[in-house]
């Protein structure tokens, strides 16, 4: 089954940013989109941002001219640029394939906080 482990979130504040990884195992990992996902407290986890294998690129609303997806194929690595963070931007963020490869699996996700 496909492993995602993501990384780089922590405390930063308004107008500041954050570089997201996430590291998924597999050979295959080329192939398929990616996606980042994000989780508020209370809320429904949203699809941010997805990458297709070609470098394709589409955004939230909410995140379009802040955030940056883009991939490392060699390394199975997925990253998320996020820039002029906002409070709003407060969750916690995870990675999956695009389709999930793995059902319900998700990762263990990594916590953005923007708060001053």
């Known amino acids: 089954q496909v492993q995602l482990v993501e990384s780089g979130g922590g405390l930063v504040q308004p107008g500041g940013s954050l570089r997201l990884s996430c590291a998924a195992s597999g050979s295959i990992f080329s192939i398929y989109a990616m996606g980042w996902y994000r989780q508020a407290p209370g809320k429904q986890r949203e699809l941010v941002a997805t990458?297709?294998?070609?470098?394709?690129?589409n955004y939230a609303d909410s995140v379009k001219g802040r955030f940056t997806i883009s991939r490392d194929n060699a390394k199975n690595t997925v990253y998320l640029q996020m820039n002029s963070l906002k409070p709003e931007d407060t969750a916690v963020y995870y990675c999956?394939?695009?389709?999930?490869?793995?059902?319900?699996?998700w990762g263990k996700g990594t916590l953005v906080t923007v708060s001053s």
């Open positions: 990458i297709t294998s070609g470098g394709s690129t």
């Open positions: 999956n394939t695009i389709p999930r490869l793995g059902g319900d699996y």
